[in-house]
T-cell receptor, first 114, second 114 residues
Framework: EPEVTQTPSHQVTQMGQEVILRCVPI?????FYWYRQILGQKVEFLVS????????KSEIFDDQFSVERPDGSNFTLKIRSTKLEDSAMYFC????????????FGPGTRLLVL | GNSVTQMEGPVTLSEEAFLTINCTYT??????LFWYVQYPGEGLQLLLK?????DKGSNKGFEATYRKETTSFHLEKGSVQVSDSAVYFC?????????????FGKGITLSVRP
């Protein structure tokens, strides 16, 4: 069964450093999402992406965050200057459509900012 | 805005016990409702979904019915197994023409004893 993959599985970085989290969507999927889960808290929506544009973003997704599909396959989340509070599990999700479509999640990247 | 409330956990049951995990929601319009499961060390997997009132989603012995009158989507299983030990998340997504992001509940950890 096709699956969403994410790399790296774990990343440790120093505060102020840039990180790039990568996701390989299921091949025929057109809608892409990033969510995050701070330890012990809810899974929170960050951003949705369709047709090479951001469709929606949450308040969390400020100027320090960006997303792109650099090569038409990978879908990346960049955090320009990490803060301690960015430490979380980051999940990529993809779906074939928008309304009522199932979102398929990757295994996540655990980011630790020191 | 949309929100999902799940009962407080964790929940510990003996094998073959009956399981109910409560989930209620607040949303405008008619959202789609989902249960996702997260097994240890893995990403979120769709367990079941329902897209309109009175629909029943079912999978792997789990069931949930979309109850518009009580704004609920409680998860049930008649006889749990040790392999059902995981974190369970209730979620909703927006209506047609609106955003499709998922709004999650806090999640509840289920442990099943042999």
């Amino acid at each position: 069964e096709p699956e969403v993959t994410q790399t790296p599985s774990h990343q440790v970085t120093q505060m102020g450093q840039e990180v790039i989290l990568r996701c390989v969507p299921i091949s025929n999927h057109l809608y892409f999402y990033w969510y995050r889960q701070i330890l012990g808290q809810k899974v929170e929506f960050l951003v949705s992406f369709y047709n090479n544009e951001i469709s929606e973003k949450s308040e969390i997704f400020d100027d320090q965050f960006s997303v792109e599909r650099p090569d038409g396959s990978n879908f990346t989340l960049k955090i320009r200057s990490t803060k301690l509070e960015d430490s979380a599990m980051y999940f990529c999700a993809t779906s074939a459509g928008a309304f009522q479509e199932t979102q398929y999640f990757g295994p996540g990247t655990r980011l630790l900012v020191l | 805005g949309n929100s999902v409330t799940q009962m407080e956990g964790p929940v510990t049951l003996s094998e073959e016990a009956f399981l109910t995990i409560n989930c209620t929601y607040t949303a405008t319009g008619y959202p789609s409702l989902f249960w996702y499961v997260q097994y240890p060390g893995e990403g979120l997997q769709l367990l079941l979904k329902a897209t309109k009132a009175d629909d029943k989603g079912s999978n792997k012995g789990f069931e949930a019915t979309y109850r518009k009158e009580t704004t609920s989507f409680h998860l049930e299983k008649g006889s749990v197994q040790v392999s059902d030990s995981a974190v369970y998340f209730c979620a909703l997504s927006g209506v047609a023409g609106a955003n499709s992001k998922l709004t999650f509940g806090k999640g509840i950890t289920l442990s099943v004893r042999p």
